[in-house]
């Protein structure tokens, strides 16, 4: 795959996985879905602005977003809220590594 696949697939995923989480916490799905998109798209422009490599970096910097866009400054989702998009926006691209890794080992 390309980046641009890639790149497509970790947006829809983190939208997708987003308002999940929400709407599992009992918050509006698009609350969710918009403010982990909005997280995800500032956590690859800082990486990529700046040049970072580190996947720990890229975590810690995606939940900062997600801290300062959905809390703080745009959705006022509460921490709950916020855990839950959290826990939902990372759990749809490991299972897709999961898979990907596992199809891989099963052909070698």
């Given at each position: ?66 801290g ?18 959290a ?7 490991a ?14």
């Open positions: 795959m390309d980046i641009t696949t890639l790149g497509v697939i970790m947006l829809a995923s983190a939208f997708i996985g987003g308002g999940l989480g929400a709407h599992l916490a009992s918050a509006p799905f698009w609350k969710g879905a918009v403010s982990s998109l909005i997280a995800v798209v500032l956590q690859v422009v800082i990486a990529v602005f700046f040049g970072i490599d580190n996947l720990l970096i890229h975590f810690v910097v995606y939940l900062i977003m997600l300062l866009v959905g809390g703080r400054l745009m959705m006022k989702l509460s921490a709950k809220t916020l855990t839950s998009v826990l939902g926006t990372l759990l749809i691209p299972l897709a590594v999961l898979m990907i890794d596992v199809g891989v080992q099963s052909t070698r």
